[in-house]
């Protein structure tokens, strides 16, 4: 369905993504796996238009990405981010409509009961039901990332790409979050794309793993088959501190299954 081909990102000299090649699959749940500075979010950023690419190609559905057709494009891509980007001021439902304002005239902001509507059924499916009209400020983080999340589905993306979406939640709440977008994967068919940096999350969320490493990949293949060796190709010298994080988070994890 996307399909990116020798993906080069350079920012001035330094090379970010050196040729990176992979397609993302319909409805799977892929995780980009790496550690901090590993070009993650410059690979999403780059898959929805955000950045253009040095060179290389992507492709979706067929189309190649280009200038002229980057929005059309961007509309069938949802974006979740790790520090949620939502309007404290505003309430749920007003952001998770004002996802929308890059389809209408600035100008003119109107809202359809249609959308309404559309916009309250996202944001029950996140569990904020009762939440709706309560000032997103007054959330905590677990729920303002409900709101990022709802804002996604409400655009009815056929690709949600999340940057590190637990990144800033603590444990409990991370392993909602993905447990959310595992939901949304499977009742609505949307594709996911995750950038973790925890291997442990990696594991548990992702049907399939991308592994990179300076921008590079290192992996390519089903989260279960993924060794020791795979991993140290990932973290590098990081792969020590990682060890010792992965005990921590399987702990929680373990807890939560058993409790
Ligand atoms: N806009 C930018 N300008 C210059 N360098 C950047 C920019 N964005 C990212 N980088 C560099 O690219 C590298 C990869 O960054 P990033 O994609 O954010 O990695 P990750 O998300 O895996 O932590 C880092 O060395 C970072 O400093
Ligand atoms: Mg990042």
């Known amino acids: 369905m996307i399909e990116i081909?020798?993906?080069?990102?350079?920012?001035?000299?330094?090379?970010?993504?050196?040729?990176?090649?992979?397609?993302?699959h319909n409805r799977e749940f892929l995780v980009i796996l790496g550690s901090s500075g590993a070009g993650k979010s410059t690979l999403l950023r780059c898959i929805n238009g955000l950045l253009a690419p040095?060179?290389?190609?992507?492709?979706?559905?067929g189309t190649v990405y280009t200038q002229k057709n980057i929005r059309e494009l961007r509309r069938k891509v949802g974006f979740i981010f790790q520090h949620y980007e939502v309007i404290g001021n505003l309430s749920v439902?007003?952001?998770?409509?004002?996802?929308?304002?890059?389809?209408?005239?600035?100008?003119?902001?109107?809202?359809?009961?249609?959308?309404?509507?559309?916009?309250?059924?996202?944001?029950?499916?996140?569990?904020?039901?009762?939440?709706?009209?309560?000032?997103?400020d007054q959330l905590s983080g677990g729920q303002k990332q409900r709101v990022g999340i709802?804002?996604?589905?409400f655009q009815n993306p056929q690709v949600i790409l999340a940057d590190e979406p637990v990144a800033s939640l603590d444990p409990v709440t991370s392993l909602e979050i993905?447990?959310?977008?595992k939901r949304i994967k499977e009742e609505?068919?949307?594709?996911?794309?995750?950038?973790?940096?925890?291997?442990?999350?990696?594991?548990?969320?992702?049907?399939?793993?991308?592994?990179?490493?300076?921008?590079?990949?290192?992996?390519?293949?089903?989260?279960?088959?993924?060794?020791?060796?795979?991993?140290?190709?990932?973290?590098g010298n990081a792969y020590m501190l990682e060890q010792g994080e992965r005990e921590e988070e399987g702990r929680t994890a373990a807890q939560l299954v058993h409790s």
């Open 5 to 24: 081909q020798e993906l080069t990102k350079a920012f001035g000299g330094n090379i970010v993504l050196d040729k990176v090649t992979f397609s993302i």
């Open 54 to 61: 040095t060179s290389g190609q992507i492709r979706m559905d």
């Open 93 to 136: 439902m007003q952001n998770v409509l004002l996802g929308s304002l890059g389809t209408k005239s600035f100008w003119n902001v109107f809202f359809s009961r249609e959308e309404r509507v559309k916009a309250a059924e996202a944001i029950e499916l996140v569990g904020l039901g009762d939440k709706v009209h309560v000032r997103v």
């Open 150 to 153: 709802a804002r996604a589905v």
């Open 178 to 181: 993905l447990s959310l977008l």
């Open 188 to 235: 609505k068919g949307t594709t996911i794309v995750c950038n973790l940096h925890q291997l442990e999350y990696a594991r548990t969320f992702g049907e399939r793993i991308i592994g990179i490493r300076h921008g590079m990949i290192q992996y390519d293949g089903q989260a279960s088959r993924i060794t020791e060796a795979d991993i140290r190709n990932i973290y």
